[in-house]
């Protein structure tokens, strides 16, 4: 769920690249 509000954010602000990154990084430090 909380994916889905980073990914509209991404979107909105037009850091797509920066904001996959950073969900990518977090999930892998999981």
Known sequence: M???FEL???LATGN???ASRLRW???LSK
């Open 2 to 4: 909380e994916i889905i």
């Open 8 to 10: 509209l954010f991404a």
């Open 16 to 18: 797509w690249k920066k």
């Open 25 to 27: 990084n977090r999930n």
